[in-house]
């Protein structure tokens, strides 16, 4: 079975083991720029991992990184700044300012830790055929994935190893212990765990307003049942507003898991860059 690709950071951590690198990382932007503050690349000697907007800016950088490497050049002890105007051949017309920094294999505990702090949390509950899609389109976004289920050995062995994979029996135990600020995909392997976890997020919704978005999977004949069997238990329409049913961004219809993951990316990614 084919692995998941490494994310960034674990693709630079591997490369750490045999040789050093120079990261590249925008300190701050300016106006209109290819990336944002935080975007990195590492430069090794016979390839570049990340990227920082491309073109010539790109260009410019990676050159200077490998004379670093190659001793050839001194290490910018400041960010260097750089205008995205006719003298580096880019149109966008923007300031960004890059540090440079040399890294070895020291560095390589502290890349496999460290979590970015502009990763969103997601919590999926599900690890059917949509829950394994959406877990592999979320791979290389900027998204920290805990991914729950009841059942023993559902989790892929090709699972990204950032992940955090967790068995929780029941399943809707696991939501008191979300991350604060988690996205939640609600898809389980049946209607009545999805139900019972949907119910415990609402409660903690309530009581800690701490899940800014609640996404069930189904139909709107399912989520007009759920709403039913859900105001027999005392909610009412404050607590369905929080829901997001059917999930996905509207206008793509298929039902194929690759489609519905392409789907909920993008709707994650919309409301987590608001």
Same mark, same amino acid.
């Given at each position: 079975?084919?692995?998941? #690709? &490494?994310?960034?950071?674990? $693709? ?5 083991? @045999?040789? #050093? ?11 209109? /720029? ?40 001194? &290490?910018? $002890?400041? #960010? ?5 105007? *006719? ?10 300012? &890059? ?9 390589? /505990? @502290?890349?496999?830790? /460290? ?17 394994? $899609?959406?877990?592999?389109? +979320? ?10 289920? =009841? ?10 190893? !950032?992940?955090?994979?967790? @068995?929780?029996? #029941? ?10 600020? =988690?996205?939640? +995909?609600?898809? =389980?392997? =049946? !209607? ?53 049913? *059917? ?17 909920? /990316? ?6 987590? +860059?608001?």
């Amino acid at each position: 079975m084919q692995r998941a #690709p &490494l994310t960034p950071e674990l $693709a630079l951590a591997a490369a750490l083991e @045999h040789t #050093p690198a120079v990261r590249v990382r925008v300190v701050s932007v300016q106006g209109s /720029a290819p990336r944002e503050a935080g975007a990195w690349m590492a430069v090794l000697g016979d390839r570049v991992i990340g990227t920082i907007g491309g073109g010539h800016l790109e260009f410019d950088a990676i050159t200077r990184a490998r004379a670093v490497l190659g001793g050839t050049a001194p &290490l910018p $002890a400041e #960010p260097q700044r750089y205008a995205l105007g *006719p003298s580096l051949g880019q149109c966008c017309g923007g300031v960004m300012w &890059l540090a440079f920094e040399v890294l070895t294999s020291q560095d390589i /505990a @502290h890349l496999t830790t /460290a979590v970015p702090a502009d990763r969103q949390p997601v919590a999926l509950f599900g690890g059917g055929h949509v829950g394994q $899609a959406i877990a592999r389109q +979320l791979a290389h976004l900027p998204f920290a994935l805990q991914w729950i289920d =009841s059942r023993d050995e559902i989790f892929p062995p090709d699972t990204a190893p !950032h992940f955090r994979c967790e @068995h929780s029996d #029941p399943v809707q135990a696991a939501v008191a212990d979300l991350v604060p600020g =988690s996205a939640v +995909l609600i898809m =389980s392997f =049946s !209607h009545a765990e999805d139900l019972e976890i949907l119910s415990q997020c609402l409660l903690r919704a309530r009581e800690r307003d701490d899940l800014p978005y609640i996404g069930l999977i189904g139909s709107q004949t399912k989520w007009a049942t759920f709403r039913h069997r859900l105001e027999a238990r005392g909610f009412g329409a404050g607590d369905f507003a929080r829901v997001t049913c *059917p999930i996905g961004v509207p206008g793509i219809s298929g039902k194929q898991p690759e489609v519905i993951a392409v789907a909920v /990316a993008a709707q994650l990614l919309q409301r987590s +860059l608001r």
